[in-house]
């Protein structure tokens, strides 16, 4: 079968079919299989169980030639299967709860992955490179020193280098040795140290909420008024003021703008923005951290639309309290919602900012 003729011009299927009757259904897959491989078909084999590429690979190995006729039944029959076929189920509970994504309560999931054991969707070391050097020290730090060493030479080697400074320097010296006795480690052994470390990945407590305190009372101050925001700030101070410090660095204001708000990304803010609002909004701060966001938006836009909009202020001149706060936060809601789209990126606070 070293030269297959296209399934086009393949003969008709013979009238009796006698000699593709006397073929198993394994002979028959391998020569599906072989005629697609030759045609240039892309055959996603790796999602089939390893017990049954093994066997198909056996299979193809033992047999030799094929006629033309007998090609032509197989290939009929398979096709006429596939035409017969009318719905299909994904693998296992793994398979379904990724069809059903987004379709049943995070708890239903949950409680199904436990139950039947499953702890990971696709590949699990993929998930483990994903996790974030934050989320692995402290498994590695309970792991023995030979599971750590596997973990180290999976890792890409920026990642290993990062997760060694996080460890105390005696463990990180062992593991580093332990990665030389590394060479007899065979795939099936990384295989289930790789289900068994996803599995701890996955074994967080469930959260009614996606997001942390701070996120979401920073949200919420987001859309108050400054008086409000400012008040709810100092009681904040006075309660606790480390989660003051967190709320404020997860709160995005007019006055933010400069240290936020990437230089290049302001046309767009003027595009989302109608001109007459930002003319106000601009007009309007013209003290402290607002002169200082108004002057970034201003020198980073086109210098005609810059000059423009300075001469728009000067003839709009004071601007009431109440309509100055509603135009400047139309400009940052436009910046969210630009966020949001993925149209533009925030930069994060410094210590926000660190790599993990």
């Avoid at 001469?311 to 601007?319: C, D, K, R, S, Y």
């Avoid at 109440?322 to 809601?333: F, I, R, S």
Wanted: glycine residues 6%.
């Amino acid at each position: 079968m070293n030269d297959m003729t296209p399934l086009a011009q393949l003969s008709p299927p013979s009238a009796s079919g006698a000699t593709s009757a006397r073929l198993t259904r394994k002979q028959k897959a391998a020569i599906v299989v072989r005629f697609l491989l030759n045609e240039g078909a892309e055959v996603p084999l790796t999602d089939l169980p390893e017990p049954l590429q093994a066997t198909l690979t056996t299979q193809m190995g033992t047999m030799r030639y094929v006629d033309r006729s007998t090609l032509a039944d197989v290939v009929a029959e398979f096709a006429g299967e596939l035409e017969a076929m009318g719905l299909t189920f994904p693998r296992g509970v793994a398979g379904a709860l990724t069809a059903l994504d987004g379709k049943i309560s995070p708890q239903t999931a949950a409680r199904l992955r436990k139950e039947a054991g499953v702890r990971q969707f696709g590949d699990p070391w993929e998930q483990i490179c994903n996790a974030g050097i934050t989320n692995l020290v402290p498994i590695i730090e309970k792991e023995s020193i030979e599971i750590a060493a596997v973990v180290l030479s999976k890792l890409e080697v920026a990642q290993a280098a990062a997760l060694l400074g996080k460890l105390p320097g005696d463990k990180a010296r062992r593991i580093t040795y332990a990665v030389s006795q590394t060479g007899a480690v065979t795939p099936d052994a990384v295989d289930r140290i790789g289900l068994a470390l996803a599995a701890q990945l996955h074994e967080v407590p469930e959260t009614a909420f996606d997001s942390g305190p701070e996120q979401r009372v920073g949200e919420i101050l987001n859309y108050s008024a400054a008086a409000t925001r400012d008040d709810v700030l100092v009681g904040l101070d006075e309660t606790d003021q480390d989660f003051a410090a967190r709320v404020r660095k997860a709160i995005f204001t007019f006055a933010n703008i400069p240290e936020r708000l990437n230089p290049t990304d302001v046309p767009k803010i003027t595009r989302e923005v109608e001109q007459a609002v930002l003319v106000m909004a601009l007009a309007s701060a013209t003290e402290g951290d607002l002169a200082a966001a108004a002057e970034f938006l201003l020198d980073n836009m086109s210098k005609r639309m810059g000059d423009g909009i300075r001469e728009e202020m000067e003839e709009l001149g004071a601007v009431k309290p109440k309509d100055a706060e509603e135009a400047m936060t139309e400009v940052v809601n436009a910046i969210r919602k630009l966020e949001a789209s993925g149209e533009i990126t925030l930069i994060l606070p410094e210590s926000e900012g660190e790599d993990e």
